[in-house]
C-alpha cells in the first residue's frame, strides 16, 4: 500500500480541463474510447459483475452449490441481531485507532523531529537510516511478518522470555489467547505494522516546506513547540488528510495480520469484517450472509472515503477563501 | 517506499545562536528516537536469533539464547518441504506479469482519459479510485464460483488477471491526473507531423512518462507480491501458492517447530527486503519528481 500513496500526496489530483479542448470538435476524442475499451471490459468482468453479484447473493441464502433461494432482506435483519457482527464492527473502531489514530500522530511527531531535529542537527543520513527502520515492517508481506509476532507472543515465545529475563517473570501470559489481552496485543502490532508510512509520507511532505517560514519563525524567538504548530501542522495538511483517509481504508479491510495473528479469535475477541466474512464465505460456507457482511462492509468504506473527500474539499475551499 | 533525502537540507543556516539552546536536548531526542526505531527492529533480532538454531537447543535454552551452534537444518527443511524456488517462482511470475500488465492497462485507460478526454472522465476516474477502495471480500466470492467453472481456478492465471485489474484501477486513478498536465504543444507538434493517436502514444507520452511508469511498475510488483486474501482463496496447491499463502497455510502444521517457523519467515522476507534497498533510489526519484509538479 503505502508508497503509491505517497505518490498521490503529491500529485494534484484530477485536473481542471483547459478551455481548449472544448473547441475541439467531438468527433476526434471519440476514437479515444478505443484505448479505454481493454480496461473497461476488464473492469466489467473483474470488479463490476462480481460487485453485482455479492449484492445479489447478499439477498438470498446458498451454500455455494445448486442455486441460491431468494430471501430478501433476511440476510441484513439477521446481522442486526449478530452479536459477532457488531463485535468485528466494534474492534474495526479499534483497528482505526491502531492503524490510523495513532500512526498519524505519532507520525507527525517522529518526522517532524526526524526532519527538523535529527535531520539538520545531525547528519541527514542518521535521519534516512531512522526512517528506514521505522519503515521496514511497511515493505514486508504483513503475514509473514504475523506469523513471527504470532510466535513471539506465543506463551512459550519470546516476549515472555523476555519479561523474565528483565525479572517481570509475574506477567508472563498467553497474549493472543486470552480474550482481554489478544485486541490490545493485536492493536500493538498493527501500530509497528503501520507507523512507517505517515512517517515517510509526511519527511517526504516536509522537504516542501519553504525553509524560510521556519527560519523567519526561529528569528522570531518560536520554540521547537510553536514551530511544529503554526508551520509543519498546517503546511502537510493534504498529506494528512490523504494519510488518514488511506490508512482508515486499510484499517476497515484488514484481514492478513488477524488471519495470521488470531483467526478473529479467542472467542471473536479480536474478530473483524474481512475476517468474519472470510470466515463465513469458506469455513461455514454460508455464502448469501457472507456477501451481506461484505456488502455492509462496503458500503461503510465509501461512505467513508465519501465523507473524507468533502471534508479535505472543504477544508480545501476555505483555505483559498483567507 | 522510503523516500530517501539524498540532498541535506542546508544545515549551514543554523543560526549561531541555535547550537548553545540546543547542545543537550538535540542528544536526548536523539536518543529516545533511535531507542524507538530499535524497538521497531527487535521481532527481526528475534527472527534471526532462533532461525538457525536447533529445535533441542531451542527447547532447552529458550527464545532469546543465542545459539550454540549454526543450524541450517531448519532453513534446509523448510526450502524442500514446501518446495521453496517453486514459490519464489509463483510469487515472481504473478507479481511481475500484473506489474507489466497493470501498467500497460492503467496506460491505456489514462491515455483515453488524461489526453483524450473523453467525456465523463471525472466520473470514469472516480470510479476506479473507487474500485481500488473496495474490500476484496465484495468481489471474492463470484470471482473464486466463477474462475472455478471456467476452469481457472487454482491458476496463477486467474491472480494474475484479478490483480490486473485492481491495480490498473489506482494506476488509470495515478496516470489520469498525471497526463492531466502534459504539456499539449507536444501532443499538437506530432498531430501537425500527421502522427496518428497510437504513434502519439509510443512516441510521444510513453517516452515522457517513463520514469513514473517505472515507479507504478514496482508498487505494482511489490503490492501484488504482498497480497494475501485473494491468492489464499484462489491458490490451494503446493504448484500455485505463493510465498505468503505458502507460510500461511502451514502455519500450525506438525513440521513447524519454532526455528523451522522463524527459518521459513526468514526466507520469505528475504525478496521483499531485496526490493526495498534495490529499489528505494528509482522510488524516490518517481516520488521527488511528483512533488516538483
Same mark, same amino acid.
Do not use: C, N, S
Given at each position: 500500500m503505502a508508497v503509491s500513496e505517497t505518490v498521490v500526496a503529491t500529485q494534484p489530483a484530477a485536473t481542471p480541463t483547459p478551455p481548449a479542448s472544448r473547441r475541439r470538435p467531438r468527433g476526434r476524442n471519440a476514437a479515444y474510447w478505443l484505448y479505454l475499451l481493454p480496461g473497461a471490459v476488464l473492469f466489467i468482468l473483474v470488479i463490476g459483475a462480481p460487485l453485482v453479484g455479492t449484492l445479489y447473493l447478499s439477498l438470498t441464502k446458498w451454500s455455494g452449490i445448486g442455486d441460491p433461494r431468494w430471501v430478501g432482506l433476511d440476510n441484513y435483519q439477521q446481522l442486526l441481531h449478530d452479536d459477532v457482527f457488531w463485535a468485528s464492527f466494534r474492534n474495526t473502531i479499534a483497528m482505526i485507532v491502531a492503524m490510523v489514530v495513532v500512526p498519524t500522530l505519532l507520525g507527525l511527531l517522529l518526522a517532524a523531529v526526524l526532519f527538523d531535529v535529527i535531520g539538520r542537527r545531525f547528519k541527514p543520513r542518521t535521519a534516512a537510516a531512522l526512517r528506514a527502520a521505522f519503515y521496514l515492517p511497511q515493505v514486508l508481506p504483513v503475514v509473514v511478518a504475523g506469523i513471527v509476532w504470532g510466535w513471539i507472543l506465543r506463551p512459550d515465545g519470546a516476549f515472555n522470555s523476555l519479561l523474565d529475563a528483565v525479572g517481570l517473570g509475574a506477567l508472563r501470559h498467553d497474549w493472543l489467547g486470552d480474550p482481554g489481552t489478544a485486541l490490545p $496485543?493485536?492493536? =500493538?502490532?498493527?501500530?509497528?505494522?503501520?507507523?512507517? *508510512?505517515? $512517517? &515517510?509520507?509526511?519527511?517526504?511532505? /516536509?522537504?516542501? &516546506?519553504?525553509?524560510? /517560514? *521556519?527560519? =523567519? =519563525?526561529?528569528?522570531?524567538?518560536?520554540n521547537w513547540l510553536h514551530r511544529f504548530r503554526a508551520i509543519t501542522l498546517p503546511q502537510i495538511r493534504p498529506e494528512t488528510f490523504v494519510v488518514a483517509l488511506t490508512c482508515t481504508i486499510a484499517a476497515l479491510k484488514v484481514f492478513g495480520p488477524i488471519f495470521a495473528l488470531t483467526r478473529g479469535g479467542p472467542e471473536n475477541a479480536t474478530n473483524v469484517p474481512s475476517y468474519f466474512a472470510y470466515y463465513t464465505f469458506f469455513k461455514k460456507l454460508q455464502v448469501g450472509y457472507g456477501s451481506a457482511i461484505s456488502t455492509v462492509l462496503t458500503v461503510i468504506i465509501i461512505v467513508v472515503a465519501g465523507v473524507f473527500i468533502w471534508m479535505q474539499a472543504r477544508s480545501e475551499r476555505r483555505d483559498r477563501g483567507f | 517506499m522510503a523516500v530517501i533525502i539524498t540532498e541535506a537540507p542546508a544545515p549551514a543556516r543554523r543560526p549561531v545562536r541555535d547550537r548553545h539552546h540546543r547542545g543537550v536536548s538535540r542528544w536526548v531526542v536523539l536518543t529516545l528516537v533511535t531507542l524507538g526505531a530499535l524497538v521497531m527492529l527487535v521481532p527481526f533480532a528475534f527472527m534471526l536469533l532462533n532461525a538457525f538454531k536447533s529445535p533441542g537447543d531451542y527447547s532447552s535454552s529458550g527464545p532469546l539464547s543465542w545459539p550454540t551452534e549454526f543450524y541450517t537444518k531448519g532453513l534446509r527443511t523448510y526450502w524442500t518441504e514446501v518446495n521453496f524456488p517453486l514459490k519464489l517462482w509463483n510469487s515472481a511470475l504473478i507479481a511481475g506479469s500484473v506489474a507489466v500488465l497493470g501498467v500497460a492497462v492503467s496506460l491505456l485507460n489514462a491515455y483515453a482519459l488524461g489526453i483524450g478526454r473523453v467525456r465523463g472522465r471525472l466520473w470514469i476516474v472516480g470510479l476506479f479510485l473507487l474500485a481500488n477502495m473496495l474490500p476484496q471480500e465484495a468481489l471474492i466470492y463470484p470471482l473464486y464460483y466463477v474462475a472455478k467453472e471456467i476452469g481457472l481456478y487454482n491458476t496463477q492465471l486467474s491472480v494474475i488477471i484479478i490483480f490486473t485489474v485492481i491495480q490498473s484501477a489506482f494506476g488509470t486513478y495515478l496516470l489520469a491526473s498525471v497526463m492531466g498536465t502534459f504539456p499539449r504543444s507536444l501532443l499538437e507538434a506530432a498531430a501537425?507531423?500527421?502522427?496518428?493517436?497510437?504513434?502519439?502514444?509510443?512516441?510521444v507520452v510513453f517516452p515522457n512518462l517513463r520514469p513514473t511508469l517505472a515507479v507504478l511498475l514496482i508498487f505494482f510488483f511489490i503490492w501484488t507480491w504482498n497480497e494475501f486474501l485473494i491468492p489464499l482463496v484462489m491458490l490451494i496447491d503446493n504448484q500455485t501458492q505463493t510465498i505468503p499463502v505458502a507460510l500461511a497455510s502451514l502455519q500450525g502444521d506438525r513440521l513447524m517447530d519454532a526455528p523451522t517457523t522463524n527459518a521459513g519467515a526468514l526466507i520469505s522476507l528475504v525478496p521483499a527486503i531485496l526490493f526495498f534497498l534495490i529499489f528505494q533510489r528509482t522510488l524516490a526519484r518517481g516520488i521527488t519528481a511528483g512533488a516538483e509538479k
Open positions: $496485543v493485536v492493536m =500493538a502490532v498493527m501500530i509497528w505494522v503501520q507507523i512507517g *508510512y505517515p $512517517v &515517510v509520507v509526511f519527511m517526504a511532505a /516536509l522537504q516542501r &516546506v519553504d525553509p524560510e /517560514l *521556519y527560519e =523567519a =519563525a526561529e528569528v522570531d524567538g518560536a | 501537425l507531423d500527421g502522427a496518428g493517436k497510437w504513434t502519439v502514444l509510443w512516441r
